[in-house]
């Protein structure tokens, strides 16, 4: 399913939900410019992957965290919508362990679920939904 997730600024999450209807969803965000259920009218809005990232003006440039390479390809699986069982199996770990990187990279980006911290990846341009993945 979708999310959009709304963040200011600092990177703090404004407003986050789910959505059934993708292509309801990716319509009124790209054709009106609208993100349901926010109440503001959001500057810039763009759909990476199964998000919808939306940022309030100004922008400002954000810090990478520094990430292992371990950290980056357990961000790029999972931006690819694998989930953490068939992160395990790709990366030849235990589903504890990309759990584990999980805790640590939601640490790492200040975030509280997985969702945002996607959207902050994402937005970051450290993981790219639409790359081909080799193992």
Do not use: H
């Not at 999450?13 to 009218?41: C, H, K, T, W």
């Not at 954000?62 to 390479?69: D, Q, S, W």
């Amino acid at each position: 399913m979708p999310s959009v997730v709304v963040y200011n600024d600092e990177g703090k999450v404004l407003y986050q939900n789910i959505f059934a209807d993708a292509q309801e969803l990716v319509f009124s965000v790209r054709e009106e410019g609208v993100v349901p259920g926010f109440p503001q009218p959001t500057s810039a809005v763009r759909v990476n992957s199964l998000l919808v990232l939306a940022n309030q003006e100004p922008e400002i440039e954000r810090e990478v965290p520094k990430l292992t390479a371990k950290q980056c390809q357990v961000l790029q699986y999972l931006s690819s919508s694998l989930t953490p069982g068939q992160t395990a199996r790709k990366m030849n770990l235990s589903e504890e362990s990309i759990r584990s990187y999980l805790k640590i990279l939601k640490r790492k980006f200040k975030t509280e679920s997985r969702d945002q911290l996607m959207a902050m990846a994402g937005a970051l341009g450290i993981c790219d939904p639409f790359k081909k993945i080799v193992p």
